[in-house]
């Protein structure tokens, strides 16, 4: 197939969080902002790489060379390792010319690691006529990530960037990978979404998530269920009683609150309710700050100003410790909003953060 261009959006998660390592469900939507490559296959067995995202030149990789533990530790083993992926599973993806330009951005939560590793695989697939469907891409795509680049990262990045459609929010159940669209078309009703991204990323964050994934998994063992999705919300007053750590009574009380507000919210939205999914977005905020304590400051900040502003609802998304927030309100107000949240970064002394419409996007595609 010839040569062409590939665009693969970031991401932002509507509800549902930490609960993709415990099996559970998540809610996210595609950005408009994208992660465009111009990719043309070449078959002298290289892969040359150039971000225009990154200062510094284009980098030539032998595709043979490729394997994790040997990547350059920088941003070519996103793309790389979605190469290294794609071959170890058995599919003859091999030299390509790769150029990318991004507007999504980077290290805010937003997922712009994932939407650089899908647009890659989205090209690949086309360029090597590797015929394979986008589910099967973004588990790919998550393998890369988790081995070749390091991170343990869940299956919900790859698969927003790879599966949202325009006008809907993905919800994904972690555990068998069904997906369903639900409608989620804020201008029709005069909403809008906020994301604030405050600029800032706590430097423990990668310990303490690390530490949240291994109390999960002390809850669900004290629980003797395989995962924390197994932990009825009926059931939860009792399964507490059975806790005797209140630090995991708290992680475990967050994830069973957490699916029943993912679906929550989707009920409301099929009902055509969306401005009452405003206060399940705040209670999902509360439960990270108190319960699973993954906020910040800087993330409490924007959330408590937003809503004395007259927003509808705010949360945390992402992992925490920084990274974004995400504000709903009725449109005319987002100006009264923006302002406030502003001001308040500015008399904290915090960095001026990164304030901006979401409309739910469609997910990767080919451009040209
Ligand atoms: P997030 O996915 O939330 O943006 P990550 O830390 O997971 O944050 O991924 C960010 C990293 O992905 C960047 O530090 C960089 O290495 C890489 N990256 C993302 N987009 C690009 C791009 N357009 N060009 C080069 N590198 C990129
Ligand atoms: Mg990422």
Redesign the pocket.
């Known amino acids: 197939m010839s040569d062409g261009v590939w665009a693969a959006p970031?991401r932002v998660n509507l509800i549902g969080e930490h609960t993709d390592y415990n099996d559970g469900f998540v809610m996210p939507f595609a950005l408009p902002h994208t992660?465009v490559v111009t990719a043309a296959r070449r078959d002298d067995g290289v892969l040359r790489l150039h971000?225009?995202?990154?200062e510094g030149g284009a980098v030539e990789l032998r595709v043979g060379d490729l394997a994790p533990g040997r990547g350059a530790g920088?941003?070519t083993d996103?793309p790389a390792g979605v190469v290294w992926a794609l071959r170890e599973a058995g599919h003859p993806a091999a030299g390509a010319d790769l150029h990318?330009?991004?507007t999504?951005?980077?290290?805010?939560?937003?997922?712009?690691?994932?939407?650089?590793e899908v647009v890659t695989a989205l090209a690949l697939n086309d360029l090597y006529e590797l015929g394979l469907e986008r589910c099967r891409m973004a588990r790919l795509c998550r393998r890369a990530e988790n081995v070749y680049v390091g991170?343990p990262?869940g299956i919900m990045?790859q698969t927003a960037s790879a599966c949202c459609t325009d006008g809907h929010a993905l919800h994904l159940d972690t555990r068998d990978l069904s997906q369903r669209q639900i409608p989620f078309d804020l201008a029709a009703l005069g909403l809008e979404l906020l994301v604030v991204d405050t600029r800032v990323k706590h430097a423990h964050s990668d310990g303490e998530y690390g530490k949240r994934r291994a109390g999960c998994e002390a809850g669900a063992a004290a629980l003797g269920v395989p995962a924390l999705r197994d932990v009825p919300y009926e059931g939860l007053a009792r399964a507490l009683d059975r806790l005797d750590d209140p630090e995991v009574r708290g992680l475990v009380r967050h994830v069973v609150t957490e699916n029943h507000r993912v679906e929550r919210v989707i009920g409301l939205l099929e009902a055509g309710e969306v401005r009452a999914i405003g206060p399940v977005l705040t209670e999902g905020h509360a439960s990270l700050r108190d319960d699973f304590r993954v906020s910040c400051p800087e993330l409490d900040l924007v959330v408590d100003t937003a809503l004395a502003a007259g927003a509808l609802g705010a949360r945390m998304t992402?992992g925490g410790f920084g990274?974004s927030a995400i504000v709903l309100t009725d449109a005319p107000t987002t100006p009264t909003v923006t302002k406030s949240v502003l001001e308040a970064f500015a008399s904290a002394g915090h960095a001026e953060p990164r304030i901006f419409p979401a409309t739910p996007s469609r997910g990767a595609t080919r451009v040209s």
């Open positions: 970031g992660t971000s225009a995202n990154v920088g941003w996103y990318y330009e991004s999504v951005p980077t290290g805010a939560g937003l997922s712009s690691s994932a939407a650089l991170a990262t990045d992402g990274g």
